[in-house]
């Protein structure tokens, strides 16, 4: 079973860049995608980027394209996401997925319902 281990949050001013990483430790299970969200206070959870694990390909919420990357790291199970030109309104808690089912194929990336493993989140605060 998968667990995601978020990391990499804490607080950031207007136009900085931070970067979160996410560990997928434990056994028995295959990677088909991993994503971002996040969570505001009182807004639903909001798909941030994913990509699909054997190919490389990439989506990006229409709120970050161009402001933020997404890669990897094979041999450590490792996402990472590169976050910069930060805005206040990126201020969230920011989750790590894992889906290791494949329900859904390569696309449809963003969809919350494909993901089976969740990180505990960790909080990224941007100052004005």
């Known amino acids: 079973q998968a667990r995601p281990v978020e990391s990499g949050g804490g607080l950031v001013q207007a136009g900085g860049s931070l970067r979160l990483s996410c560990a997928a430790s434990g056994r028995g299970f295959t990677t088909y995608a991993m994503g971002w969200f996040r969570q505001a206070p009182g807004k639903e959870r909001e798909f941030v980027a994913a990509?699909?694990?054997?190919?490389?390909?990439?989506v990006y919420g229409d709120s970050v394209k161009g402001r933020f990357t997404i890669s990897k790291d094979n041999a450590k199970n490792t996402m990472n996401l590169q976050m910069n030109s930060l805005k206040p309104e990126d201020t969230a808690v920011y989750y790590c997925a894992v889906d290791t089912n494949n329900w859904y194929g390569r696309q449809n990336l963003p969809t919350r319902t494909r993901y089976d493993a969740w990180g505990q989140g960790t909080q990224v605060t941007v100052s004005s």
């Open positions: 990509m699909w694990w054997s190919g490389g390909s990439t």
